[in-house]
């Protein structure tokens, strides 16, 4: 028997003004891209923008729906859109940022669970690791260098 041990290191900045000026403008991207949310029932509306290796960069956020599972996570937008508008293209950097109507947006959210896995087939498909870049409207942001590293042992086949 052995034991093995999962870890991962990831950037804390203060806050977005300490990014470079194209993980910022993307960080930016993310934070517009709530105002695009349809988010009656959560209130809760989430931007995300992902910088392809092209230079494109693609926004979506999440659009909810009556029948709650029906409901689409802003980073499953985007990946499919990407993935739709420019097939083959790698990821280079994807930034989520949220708005939430019922409290501030002062610290990074992390992609839900479906996402990480949604983001890490993405990944494989590309060849590509993807950059998370999380941040709220304001506060720290988050840099993690490789998406798939937040769903260790995930599921292949
Ligand atoms: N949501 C996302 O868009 N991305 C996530 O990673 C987690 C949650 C959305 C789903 C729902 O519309 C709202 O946020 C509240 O859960």
Redesign the pocket.
Known sequence: MQNKEYSFIFAIYDHGGELGDSDSQLLNGARSATRQAY?P??R?R?GAAAKLTNGEIVRGS?Q?NAAFPA?????GVVLATAASLYPGVAIETLA?S?DDERGPSNKP????GI?RQSIKEFERKTGQPIRLLLGGLEGQVWLVEKASMLLPLAFEL
């Open positions: 988010a029932y959560s809760f989430v999440n909810e409901g689409l996570c802003a980073e989520i949220y959210i992390t992609p839900c996402c």
